[in-house]
Structures are given as C-alpha cells and as structure tokens.
C-alpha cells in the first residue's frame, strides 16, 4: 500500500505525495499498536 501511494506521489506531484503516504503508513501502524494495547 505505502508503496502504491508512494509511487503515484512520486509519478504526480512529488514530496508531497510521498509525505503523505509515510504519514498514512505512521497512522495505521499507531492504530495497530492501539489496538493491540486494547486486546492485551
């Protein structure tokens, strides 16, 4: 996924793209991590 977002990014638009496809990556980790809090 981070690599498809990644990609198009890159292919229409640049950093920008890229950013905010590590930022999309950073919040589904925090979600998995939060979840995972919450079923231990």
Do not use: E, H, P, R
Not at 11 to 40: M, N
């Amino acid at each position: 996924m981070s690599g498809v977002v990644g990609g198009y990014g890159g292919g229409c638009g640049g950093g920008f793209g890229s950013t905010v496809g590590i930022v999309l990556v950073l919040f589904i980790l925090l979600v998995i991590i939060l979840s995972a809090c919450a079923f231990i």
